[in-house]
């Protein structure tokens, strides 16, 4: 299966600390993506790395890519307590530019 | 901001029912699509849709479910005949011309009892 799977499944933080994310996939991937879901709502997407990029930042959030390795990481600094959320990483590889979604790392910052 | 917008937000259905979710996606917008999510699991893929045909399914997307743009505005899901297994939230989503980044809907909540 091409979809990222995320870990920790679960990370729980004190406001102010940086929270990690970690996704891992299987095989070669166009892209990848992380996105952002509240509870019992809809997903946000947070950012974008394509296969020939290493890192990217947007405001908090910095992703990197190491695809010797297969595998992501979002790192949020300075965590909020309203950073709390699920985060998903999903790839798209071949000639689908179909993101699949992992399970998730659920986050929660603790004011 | 221009956003997908879906209806309804929650419904609950008896077995067996035709359920039809709806879809607004962002008007230039050209690729569309449905994902679903059972409680507690993950962000799974149905069906995208593009140029007014199926473009792509998932093993989900077997002969219970279709899709439709009835007109040049809305994009539907339809479960013809639901199971308890069917409940779960339904994405609708959409991408841009020459873009990689989809934008979702807020989901329809779809109990089936």
């Known amino acids: 299966s091409q979809q990222g799977e995320e870990d920790p499944q679960a990370l729980s933080i004190q406001e102010g600390e940086n929270a990690t994310m970690n996704c891992s996939y299987k095989t070669s991937i166009n892209n990848l993506q992380w996105y952002r879901q509240n509870s019992g709502r809809g997903l946000v997407h947070l950012i974008l790395i394509r296969s020939n990029e290493r890192e990217k930042h947007s405001g908090r959030l910095r992703v990197t890519l190491d695809t010797s390795k297969k595998s992501s990481s979002l790192l949020i600094t300075a965590s909020r307590a309203a950073d709390t959320a699920s985060y998903f990483c999903a790839t798209a590889s071949g000639g689908s530019y179909i993101p699949t979604f992992g399970r998730g790392t659920s986050l929660i910052v603790h004011p | 901001e221009p956003e997908v917008t879906q209806t309804p937000s929650h419904q609950v259905t008896q077995m067996g029912q035709e359920v039809i979710l709806r879809c607004v996606p962002i008007s230039n917008h050209l690729y569309f699509y449905w994902y679903r999510q059972i409680l507690g699991q993950k962000v799974e893929f149905l069906v995208s849709?593009?140029?007014?045909?199926?473009?792509?399914k998932s093993e989900i997307f077997d002969d219970q479910f279709s899709v439709e743009r009835p007109d040049g505005s809305n994009f539907t899901l339809k479960i013809r005949s639901t199971k308890l297994e069917d409940s779960a939230m339904y994405f609708c989503?959409?991408?841009?011309?020459?873009?990689?980044?989809?934008?979702f809907g807020e989901g329809s909540w779809l109990t089936v009892v």
């Open positions: 989503a959409s991408i841009p011309p020459y873009g990689n980044t989809i934008y």
């Open positions: 849709f593009y140029n007014n045909e199926i473009s792509e």
